[in-house]
DNA sequence: TAGATTGTTAATCGATTAACAATC
DNA sequence: TAGATTGTTAATCGATTAACAATC
């Protein structure tokens, strides 16, 4: 799993140097760039196979499309957001998702009075849309911007309409009822309580 | 690393346990609930002390509060948030920071427009505003909701007015110039590219 | 060809799991 | 005391790093 958590980075990075127009690179100079050794790019970027030249290096471009390809990024799955809070309304507006692989479709709301607004370039629809929603539309990921104790219901009801892929927001915990549910968490009050413990234990 | 990166989610079973009224469990217990070996959790919890008893258990009560103490989330670290868009505003409404070690004590944006408007129980102040605050109050920690290229200036300033601790919703890399900071970072788009990774890559 | 740099194997390191003696 | 369960050591597993032969 640790190779993949670090393809993104990789992604990012190589995007960064095709920008600048940088042709190619050596392990060495990547590894010098993203703060890692060198042997580990060159074990990470074999293990999906054979990207590079021997005496030459790797071609950005080349590597990078390689790693959009196994990172799916061209798939265009198309993802529904539940719940239009202040976290939902953040990713709705600011996240590109079509540069991440995914393509925000529809945003769904528990609260009548949210229904109607504009998040985005959509437009706030009520939960009672949701299964006529995703009956005429393929939807391949929920992403879970709701309160822990509001998923399970209308997690049951995803489950049911067919989604199996889930951008948890919440510490409700996705796998233990729906075992086969691919699940990305974002827990932050983790993270900051990680942060919390750095500083309590500097040095 | 890794023992510290599951403390809050033991601190997180425990809490609830502890509201449940439940007052003793054994790792092999709590194992189950957490979804990981008993042998870990021995492991990882006699690794700050012996919080346990032999033939008993765990106290869920003390073994709480010691997590507590070892994430030092009665520091009340005082932090301020840069960037008070929809990100910013999601944490700042939404973040329990008290329950997480940290007091959010002020908001800044660079945008003239939002200054003075009001986010969590706080009005958004100008960046102008920013070094007059840090000599006024001990500020510990930066939350940055700015964009990248936004980052280095207003860095810049924050360490020099001796903040070291930051939370880094950018992908601006801030250890590479300052080694010293304690940085928490979040990158949610990477989180989203690994979620494509997974639905790309199942079995 | 000579120099550079990969691909890949072997060595090291660290983290997880298993096992069991200590002890409540 | 007997049963339960920890603390802790040893064994296993996996991930990282080092080294170098293959090769462009």
Redesign the interface.
């Known amino acids: 799993m640790s190779v993949?958590?670090r393809?993104?980075?990789y992604?990012?990075f190589l995007s960064e140097l095709d920008e600048q127009h940088v042709e190619r690179i050596s392990s060495t100079n990547l590894a010098q760039i993203m703060?890692v050794t060198a042997s580990q790019v060159r074990q990470d970027l074999n293990c999906f196979g054979g990207f590079g030249q021997q005496g030459y290096g790797y071609s950005v471009r080349q590597l990078k499309e390689e790693i959009k390809k196994?990172?799916?990024?061209n798939?265009g799955?198309q993802a529904i957001l539940i719940g239009a809070?202040?976290?939902g309304?953040?990713?709705a507006?600011?996240?590109?998702?079509e540069?991440?692989?995914?393509e925000l479709i529809a945003c769904f709301d528990r609260d009548e009075n949210k229904v109607g607004l504009p998040i985005g370039d959509m437009t706030i629809r009520p939960d009672s849309e949701l299964e006529e929603f995703c009956r005429d539309h393929r939807t391949?990921?929920a992403i879970l911007c709701i309160p822990k104790d509001a998923v399970e219901p209308v997690l049951d009801q995803l489950y049911s309409l067919g989604i199996r892929?889930f951008?948890n927001f919440s510490?409700y915990?996705i796998t233990?009822k729906y075992s086969d549910a691919?699940v990305?968490n974002?827990?932050?009050?983790?993270?900051?309580?990680?942060?919390?413990?750095?500083?309590?234990?500097?040095n």
């Open positions: 993949i958590r393809l993104p980075r992604y990012r703060n196994i990172l799916g990024l798939n799955y809070g202040n976290f309304s953040a990713l507006n600011h996240l590109s998702f540069k991440l692989g995914f391949d990921t892929s951008w510490h915990d233990r691919v990305e974002v827990h932050l009050s983790d993270m900051l309580m990680t942060l919390c413990y750095k500083m309590n234990n500097l």
